[in-house]
């Protein structure tokens, strides 16, 4: 679990498929008027890319994907 890095949702890009809400089992997103918000960012693995992977707009980023690359073991593929 991490306290740098997390999502962050473009809100312009999302549609609110919420794929992402629906991939992560961490309890990071919640949904409120039929949207994906960030309500426990400590929840967000160290790395892992699968919300992101998955979300048609490309609306997710990551805040401190540039501080330094982070290996992930999710399986999330990052």
Do not use: Q, T
């Amino acid at each position: 679990m991490s306290k740098e890095w997390f999502p962050l949702i473009d809100e312009d890009k999302c549609i609110g498929c919420l794929a992402c809400y629906n991939k992560c089992k961490h309890g990071v997103y919640d949904v409120e008027n039929g949207r994906p918000v960030v309500v426990y960012r400590e929840g967000c693995i160290d790395g892992c890319h699968g919300c992101g992977n998955l979300c048609p707009e490309g609306a997710i980023i990551y805040s401190g994907e540039y501080k330094e690359h982070i290996k992930c073991n999710c399986g999330c593929g990052k």
